[in-house]
């Protein structure tokens, strides 16, 4: 995989019968091998010196046996994805045909590509970093325009090039710092302290605010959880059928129906919603409903946003108030943001006592049989998630980034226990280059088969 003298190749569309399937070839033999398997029409253009951005039209040959009409097109090193000369074979989607334009490149001594090894090559060429390569992957597998976005903006360098500035900040402290272990016996210090602790206050804020963004860019991943709590038989699973339009969730008139969690996923405006419907919060005899309760307990404290569902017609505004202010106490610290629905209002009488007071919680009244005022949620749930003020923001995407800057905290710590503890300055350069460390290797200026082995394998065959 590590091989780039190599000549490589891989189908790059999704397996299956399709109207065409697209063959990517990459390396110094492409165009000597395509000049042995391809006629185009035009029979004045020269294969061993075609031109770069074109696209050509002919066939595939196997010796004398007819292939396939295909489209070559063209890219020529450096300016090409992977840095090397490269070819993309646009042929019919017969898997039969793939397989024989496959078999007739391997017999011409090109090499079966590895997961992700045209996208290892683009960084091992210098096309793009580390941090931008693995952004490809996750760009491959958005499903929405958040996270499309957000893959996006890491592609271009948007992650990488805060690593880059923070890293290249604390390099001259840490070429300072050396210099004084050179002068030891001399007792001088070449470092500014206070510039120093600036830098490290900076890079700490930087670096939490980053880990803080993990939980969120995980969230936007996977989609945004949203919990659906309440009392047995406040409608939650009505509600849940209501919001993703089908019956994915049992509803009966008997309390403690839901039993587990029940969840889906659906896309609100671009953006993607993971609601899950949760077993009545309530006491219980019934060991296996209390283990569904459980549950409850630990989807909310997994949730962004909880929709507090609340039988309108069988609760007095005193209890719902009182319920409200229980559920804010108890997950306070976990920043939940708290949704109040008040349901059923197809079977409301007359309008409850202390209406305000509800108004005041931002309630919103539905009717989850009937489907009445849905759309208010949507509405609710996209101000919550401010995805228009986050798109503007650094979000952490990638769970090796995250295990890194764990790393990078802890040297920081140490960085800061060693000044208030007044160790020397040898103590202290050997955090500052374990920060460097770590900060490399994110980007991708310090790493080892092992690492990009274990990235680029989770990539698909073929990018």
Not at 61 to 75: A, G, M, P, R, W
Not at 165 to 176: C, G, I, T, V, Y
Not at 410 to 417: D, T
Request: charged share 25%; proline share 2%.
């Amino acid at each position: 995989m590590f091989n780039n003298n190599d000549t490589i190749c891989a189908i790059a569309t999704p397996q299956g019968t399709g109207a065409i399937a697209v063959i990517r070839i990459s390396g110094n033999k492409s165009f000597e091998v395509i000049h042995q398997i391809f006629k185009p029409k035009n029979e004045n253009i020269n294969l061993l010196d075609l031109e770069p951005y074109k696209v050509y039209y002919g066939e595939i040959y196997d010796k004398n046996q007819l292939i396939d009409d295909v489209l070559i097109s063209v890219f020529k090193a450096p300016h090409s994805y992977t840095g090397e000369h490269s070819l993309e074979i646009s042929c019919h989607g017969s898997p039969y045909i793939q397989r024989l334009i496959l078999e007739l490149l391997v017999s011409k001594g090109i090499r079966l590509a590895e997961a992700g090894e045209f996208t290892l090559r683009a960084f091992l060429n210098g096309k793009m970093d580390l941090t931008q390569a693995e952004a490809v992957a996750d760009l491959i597998a958005s499903q929405s325009k958040t996270m499309h976005e957000l893959a996006l903006k890491q592609m271009r360098g948007g992650f990488s090039n805060k690593i880059t500035e923070l890293r290249k900040q604390l390099l001259d402290f840490a070429s300072l710092i050396e210099l004084e272990l050179d002068f030891s016996e001399e007792d001088v210090e070449f470092a500014d302290r206070t510039q120093l602790f600036a830098l490290l206050a900076n890079l700490k804020e930087e670096v939490n605010r980053l880990l803080e963004s993990f939980k969120l860019g995980n969230a936007i991943k996977n989609g945004i959880p949203v919990a659906i709590i309440g009392k047995p038989n406040a409608g939650k699973s009505t509600l849940l059928n209501a919001l993703l339009n089908e019956e994915k969730a049992i509803v009966s008139e008997i309390p403690g129906t839901t039993r587990d969690t029940i969840e889906d996923t659906i896309m609100l405006r671009g953006t993607a919603f993971r609601f899950i419907d949760t077993a009545g919060l309530r006491t219980s005899d019934n060991p296996i409903e209390n283990i569904g309760i459980e549950r409850t307990h630990s989807t909310i404290e997994k949730s962004f946003i909880i929709l507090y569902l609340i039988d309108i017609c069988n609760s007095s505004v005193e209890e719902i108030l009182e319920e409200v202010k229980l559920i804010k106490t108890q997950f306070s610290n976990l920043d939940k943001h708290v949704v109040i629905l008040a349901n059923k209002t197809d079977m409301l009488e007359e309008s409850p006592k202390e209406l305000a007071k509800l108004l005041e919680q931002e309630t919103i009244f539905i009717s989850a049989k009937r489907k009445e005022n849905i759309n208010l949620i949507t509405e609710a749930l996209l101000k919550v998630a401010k995805w228009d003020e986050l798109s503007e923001q650094l979000i952490m995407l990638n769970v090796r980034h995250y295990a890194v800057l764990l790393e990078v905290q802890q040297s920081i710590a140490n960085i800061e226990k060693a000044f208030a503890d007044k160790l020397s300055s040898e103590l202290i350069a050997i955090d500052i280059k374990n920060i460097l460390h770590y900060l490399g290797e994110i980007t991708g200026e310090i790493t080892n088969d092992e690492i990009l082995g274990n990235i680029f394998g989770h990539f698909c065959i073929g990018k």
